[in-house]
């Protein structure tokens, strides 16, 4: 008797089916593309950041007073702010990467606790996308009203 | 026995508590998401028309063109993400709340078209970069000889 009202609750619940399957594989396939590529760009941010953002520096600090604002910068600190850009969107992208690869090993091997982690990774990652583009939002509501 | 209730097939096919929890996690923030990027959308069309409104004053008609079309393709694509996240959010949130298998599968599914787009936006970016490279090295080598 108890087994058949457990039966009876089981099929009243969410169930993973195969639409549900079909739809987390997709999604898992797409995140993780979007998140190699954003890995991908953040290396050659990196790069090409340090590179261009050090030589930029240098030479305009040579050109004297009438670009202190820029040369006011020293190298370091914007080689600083160019790699925590790069950590910040690297950890962000981490999370998406993660979901997609948890969510299909799950899948695969019907594994309960890598589909609760893949499903905690992807809400990290609209946790922090999402305190992004309110901090985003802000700045140029300051920008529009100052 | 933990063991055996992480991987059973049986237990696997119904979507726990945990499951659950985060999942309505994924709507409350996907929902707060969408809410922020119309607003973001608001805003840069405000910010467009009056840069717009400043630049009519100095009679430049091919910045506007260009700012007007710039705008059109970032509203159009800003719109149709928010939108799929909306949707997904909310489908998500109805499918866990009343138990609905219908609106739960149509929130994933919106949920991996938002990751389409996203995914189609980004190989589209990376071709226009490639062809912007390979226009500056034929121009660039062009200019050498």
Redesign the interface.
Known sequence: MEDLQQDHL?E??????D??RQ??T??GK??K??AI?MFVACGLILVFGVIAGSAMTSTLSRLGSSYSFFGEFSPGILIGIIILVVAIIGVVYYFLYNFGLKIKNALL?????D??DA??S??VF??I??IL??L??LN??KT?FS | MENT?????F??????E???S??S??AQ??N??AI??F??AG??L??TV?GLGRLGSFGSSSNAVGAILGLIITLAISLLLNITLIAAAQNIKK??EQ?D?GH??LG??K??TY??I??II?IVV?ALLLLVILAAGLLGGRGTY
Do not use: C, H, P, Y
């Open positions: 089981e009243m619940d969410l169930k993973i089916d639409q549900v739809q987390l997709e999604a797409w995140s593309f979007i590529i091997s019907e594994n309960n606790k589909f609760n499903l905690r992807l809400k609209f946790i996308t999402t583009a309110i985003s939002l140029s509501l529009l | 209730n992480e991987n059973s097939i237990n696997f096919n119904n979507v726990d945990e499951a659950k985060n999942l996690g994924i923030w996907t707060i998401n922020v990027g607003v973001s805003l840069s405000i910010t009056v499918g866990i138990t298998q739960f599968a994933l599914n949920l991996a990751f389409k996203l995914g980004t990376i």
